[in-house]
């Protein structure tokens, strides 16, 4: 079992940041990739970005290609989402999730449906 604690999201304005954290425990961190997803209310649970066991490889949706950067501490149990230049319609809840794989490269942790654990969430309101 791995248990993942989101935090960081809040309020803020169009064009500011947020860095937001999950914290893992349970199994050994170092055994899964980390992946970020988006939920809006009524719409499907969207990817954002992943990260591989090792960090040596990140994908991210196109929309949020040079905005946002995915990292991850595995001496510490950690994975993060760094977001600048926030848009309105990114608001939503964001969840953590952990894939239990050592495989990097193309198609990692796109789909939900991969994952093996996820956290409870955090909430990101970008307002206009």
């Known amino acids: 079992q791995v248990h993942l604690v989101e935090s960081g999201g809040g309020l803020v304005q169009a064009g500011d940041s947020l860095r937001l954290s999950c914290a893992a425990s349970?199994?050994?961190?170092?055994?899964?990739?980390m992946g970020w997803f988006r939920e809006d209310p009524g719409k499907e649970r969207e990817f954002v970005a992943v990260?591989?066991?090792?960090?040596?490889?990140?994908s991210y949706r196109d929309d949020v290609k040079g905005r946002f950067t995915i990292s991850r501490d595995n001496a510490k149990n950690r994975v993060f989402l760094q977001m600048n230049s926030l848009k309105p319609d990114e608001t939503g809840v964001y969840y953590c999730?952990?894939?239990?794989?050592?495989?990097?490269?193309?198609?990692?942790?796109?789909?939900?449906?991969?994952?093996?654990?996820w956290g409870q969430g955090t909430q990101v309101t970008v307002s206009s």
């Open positions: 990260i591989s066991w090792d960090g040596g490889y990140t």
């Open positions: 999730a952990a894939e239990f794989t050592r495989y990097s490269g193309h198609d990692l942790g796109r789909r939900a449906r991969e994952y093996d654990y």
């Open positions: 349970g199994r050994t961190f170092s055994d899964y990739a």
